[in-house]
């Protein structure tokens, strides 16, 4: 989605006039319709921020079809997008390291020199 072009629709034509203003001074170019409506290009943009800020404004996108809403929504936030922690794709582990992990009962930091977090001596309180 290089260029889109989103109409989104506000309660009334302050709010439309007020997120027009904020998208404006972020680079989004929207031009304001009859009956609180606006649309705006998104190119370059973030759509993302456009999305949120029209949504601090009580605006909601209008779409012909419900999919289509759907497919903003995935494209703007990485709905499909899967990350992957750097930590788990490392293949510089320690042999040690991985033996441990596959040892039941055990794991990378070992247990040693642990001691029981309640020895007993502490069983009430002062209530004040």
């Known amino acids: ?47 993302t921020s456009a999305l949120e800020i029209v949504q601090c404004y009580a605006g909601q996108l209008l779409e012909h079809a419900p999919a289509e809403v759907v497919d903003v929504t995935s494209f703007a936030y990485g709905m499909g997008d899967i990350p992957i922690p750097a930590h788990t794709v490392n293949e510089d582990w ?24 309640d020895d007993g001596s502490y069983d009430h309180f002062d209530a004040t």
Not at 9 to 17: N, V
């Open 1 to 47: 989605m290089n260029h889109a072009a989103l109409m989104f629709q506000f309660p009334d034509e302050s709010q439309a006039r007020l997120a027009g203003e904020t998208l404006n001074d972020l680079g989004y170019e929207p031009q304001l319709h009859e009956g609180g409506r606006m649309h705006i290009h998104v190119q370059d943009e973030d759509l």
């Open 94 to 117: 320690e042999d040690s390291y991985q033996l441990s992990e596959s040892e039941p009962g055990k794991n990378h930091n070992s247990d040693r020199g642990m001691s029981a977090a």
